[in-house]
């Protein structure tokens, strides 16, 4: 069943149509990528979603119908304008807000301790917030984001000011709450995040729906007719259904004629005895796939 089912949404801001006719579900137990460019309607869907604003048309269902005081409790939101009180100390900090999502006050701060401890924040727990680095108010904001045990994850940025070390362990994180059958929906410009963490996307620009599906199947999708090849012999002086050979790295890039297919090239090879170390399908990277996607709609506007 899907966590999210967002259905036709729209909403304006006077004569601005930031979310416009936005249609996606998130599967329960998914890592979802909500991605666009700056200004695309990605935190009024998420605000709309979180019920914080009412769409104009659309409609959408969270964790099995309309949204409700208690299944607020049943979500972690880590926003992108970040909400820690400055002055106080980050434990008093924390407990205060994992207290705000139901947990009684002694298992609250068991569990603080307990996920302070996992972040590397422990030793801190005595400074003011406004005292941390920021990748440490990052991961501050994290504990807030996933203390209550929530079933669906909304995270804006997760890893922002995280150094590599911090960055591997949130993903990991992130992977055990899939693991532990948590829904989570991922907003970031980091591509290769994404990547390698998101089973499924939607990619928004200017409130419209451009992408949406399998990454594997839109990265297909966009496949062009090129393939990649690490020869350890010499090539053939002329490859039929190729025109162009491209020197690239420790191997080759074969652009294909139009009605030639790879499989054709590769038996030729074979074929012909070339040994093979390498034979790939070229494949965009989802960042190339966004720049791609986004400049062909700046252009037709
Ligand atoms: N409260 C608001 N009042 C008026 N306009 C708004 C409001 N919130 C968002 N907008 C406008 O709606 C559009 C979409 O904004 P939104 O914040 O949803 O984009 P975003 O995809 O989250 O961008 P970013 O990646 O920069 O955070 C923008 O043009 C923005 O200026």
């Given at each position: ?270 074929e012909t005895g070339v040994a093979l170390e390498k034979f790939e399908i070229a494949m965009p990277t989802l960042d190339e796939i966004f720049i791609q996607v986004v400049t062909a709609q700046e252009e037709k506007a």
């Open positions: 069943m899907a966590t999210i089912q967002a259905h036709e949404i729209v909403k304006r801001f006077g004569n601005q149509t930031a979310v416009n006719q936005v249609t996606f579900n998130v599967e329960a137990g998914e890592i979802f990528g909500l991605l666009g460019p700056n200004g695309a309607g990605k935190t009024t869907t998420i605000r709309i979603i979180l019920d914080i604003f009412k769409p104009d048309s659309g409609s959408v269902e969270v964790l099995g119908g309309t949204m409700t005081e208690d299944k607020k409790n049943r979500i972690g939101y880590l926003p992108e304008e970040r909400g820690l009180y400055q002055d106080i100390s980050l434990e008093m900090c924390l407990n205060y807000l994992v207290r705000l999502k139901g947990l009684k006050p002694s298992y609250a701060a068991n569990r603080v301790s307990e996920l302070m401890k996992q972040f590397d924040l422990y030793d801190h727990r005595k400074k003011k917030v406004k005292e941390l680095s920021k990748g440490m108010q990052q991961k501050a904001q994290l504990i807030a984001t996933l203390a209550h045990e929530p079933d669906l994850i909304i995270v804006d940025e997760p890893f922002s000011g995280l150094d590599p070390v911090n960055t591997q362990m949130v993903k990991d994180l992130l992977r055990q709450e899939r693991e532990k059958g948590k829904t989570i929906v991922m907003c970031t410009h980091q591509m290769h995040q994404v990547e390698e963490l998101c089973d499924r996307l939607v990619l928004i620009n200017h409130g419209k729906v451009m992408l949406y599906g399998k990454i594997n199947e839109i990265r297909r999708n966009y496949a062009s007719h090129e393939v990649i090849i690490h020869p350890l012999n010499d090539l053939p002086a002329s490859l039929p259904g190729v025109v162009q050979v491209e020197p690239v790295n420790s191997g080759y890039l074969l652009h294909l004629e139009r009605n030639s297919s790879p499989q054709e090239i590769l038996k030729y090879l074979v």
